[in-house]
């Protein structure tokens, strides 16, 4: 018997929603940048190798666990809503769990190390899933229109951005004043309070719990079978694979090609994170004329293009040139990509008449964790080909493997991703009416 639903149909104020991504943020971001620095450059206990090992198989495992995230998501039925218990029960542990991450026990082997390493990698990464696709899944739900899902997204993307400020750009001079352990728990503990928060003021409607559960095996299939999916998806997953071997790579290039420390890695990353944040407005506008294909494309570019120059420069003045640049075209990124997300849940939840917000997110989800497998690949050249294994074992040319990391490997990716968009679009088809009332 379902149990009475304690939901009522009020809207969501897009700040409630919005400030979630900055709880999702900070603990991954510095999961995902600074996991490999950690292990591998700080305490130098895995090699490159060894930790490219351990982010493929954790990719293996995302595979399988997305989809099962996001049908029990979309399939929940309780007084509290669909997404809600998912966040409320998932914050608390992945804080545990990346705190875990970072607090490798003393006198572990070295076998011992990376076993450990492994688990709580794969630990901290499938909670992470859970906790984002359930996220996710509430935005086309909560904001029906094109121009409430583009206020509330610039919105939380400033969010994201702001979370990445600290959890990247401060995170190497925060580590060197009080540790990597230290950091995690404040991370943490901000974390979960922001989740929980935007979890118990986000409105999920009533008529969603109302409609018909989705089919495990027909909701896969219908999903993997529509081609918008596969190019959206692969899209995605070759951005987010370009970021996060930026992201991963820039300790690296500062201190083997720029001579400098925690401080120029702070600098440079600070320099993409502001200019996306200063860039988002403006993209929300250039959105209005070119509409939302292009401007996407155009923002993807403008990062792929602002990766030549720093496998030439020199100085942290000319690489920060090159990341104002970038930051601003990943500013776009943030405005669009959601958005183009929402358009084909809209035709999906038109054409089978079951929401499903939950499976396709987790699905899309999986197709951008396979940016692990880039990031792995990369980790595995540099290795192979120029010698890198550790802070301990840098090999003979560690400056042109932080080039190759920094500027080739990722711009590689990037012209596939502004390849791949180039196959999606839609129909321009009126604007359902919202179905909020006055915000505010």
């Not at 029960?89 to 990346?98: D, K, R, V």
């Not at 997110?361 to 396979?370: A, D, F, P, R, W």
């Amino acid at each position: 018997m379902r149990k009475e639903s304690h939901l009522t149909a009020r809207p969501t104020k897009p700040i409630n929603y919005a400030i979630g991504m900055f709880g999702t943020s900070i603990p991954i971001n510095m999961f995902k940048t600074f996991a490999f620095v950690f292990y591998v450059d700080h305490l130098a206990v895995l090699t490159a190798e060894k930790f490219a090992i351990i982010v493929a198989a954790y990719t293996i495992l995302d595979a399988l666990d997305n989809p099962i995230y996001g049908f029990l998501s979309d399939s929940t039925r309780s007084r509290w809503g669909r997404r809600r218990p998912w966040l409320v029960i998932g914050a608390p542990l992945l804080a545990l769990s990346f705190i875990t991450f970072f607090s490798v026990p003393a006198g572990l082997s070295e076998g011992s190390v990376f076993w450990y390493a492994l688990i709580m990698y794969m630990l901290t990464g499938t909670l992470d899933s859970m906790i984002n696709s359930n996220y996710g899944a509430l935005f086309p739900e909560l904001f029906t229109t094109e121009a409430q899902r583009a206020k509330t997204n610039a919105l939380r993307q400033v969010f994201q951005l702001i979370a990445m400020i600290i959890s990247i750009a401060l995170t190497p001079i925060i580590t060197e004043k009080i540790g990597y352990r230290a950091t995690a728990i404040a991370y943490s503990i901000l974390a979960v309070v922001v989740i929980l928060y935007m979890a118990f003021n986000s409105h999920e409607t009533p008529e969603a719990q109302k409609m018909p559960k989705p089919n495990l095996f027909k909701t896969v299939w219908d999903i993997l079978r529509n081609p918008k999916f596969w190019i959206y998806g692969l899209s995605n997953a070759a951005f987010f694979a370009a970021l996060a071997i930026l992201q991963q790579s820039v300790s690296l290039y500062s201190k083997y090609v720029l001579n400098e420390g925690g401080l120029a890695s702070t600098i440079m990353l600070a320099s993409v994170i502001l200019c996306a944040i200063g860039g988002i407005p403006v993209w929300v506008k250039i959105m209005k004329k070119l509409k939302l294909m292009k401007t996407w494309r155009l923002s993807m570019l403008c990062v792929a293009v602002a990766l030549i120059p720093l496998f030439f420069v020199n100085t942290l003045a000319a690489s920060i040139v090159s990341l104002v640049v970038l930051g601003f075209g990943y500013g776009g990124t943030c405005v669009t990509m959601d958005i183009v997300a929402s358009r084909i849940l809209d035709e999906d939840t038109a054409r089978h008449g079951v929401k499903r917000e939950g499976t396709f997110s987790s699905l899309v989800g999986i197709l951008n964790k396979t940016s692990n497998l880039f990031v792995a690949a990369g980790f595995l050249i540099v290795s192979k080909v120029y010698g890198y294994q550790n802070g301990e074992l840098p090999g003979p040319n560690p400056s042109a493997a932080a080039r190759f990391l920094l500027s080739i490997f990722p711009l590689a990716v990037m012209i596939i991703c502004v390849v791949i968009s180039l196959f999606l679009n839609f129909k321009d088809i009126p604007q359902p009416q919202a179905t909020e009332t006055k915000e505010n």
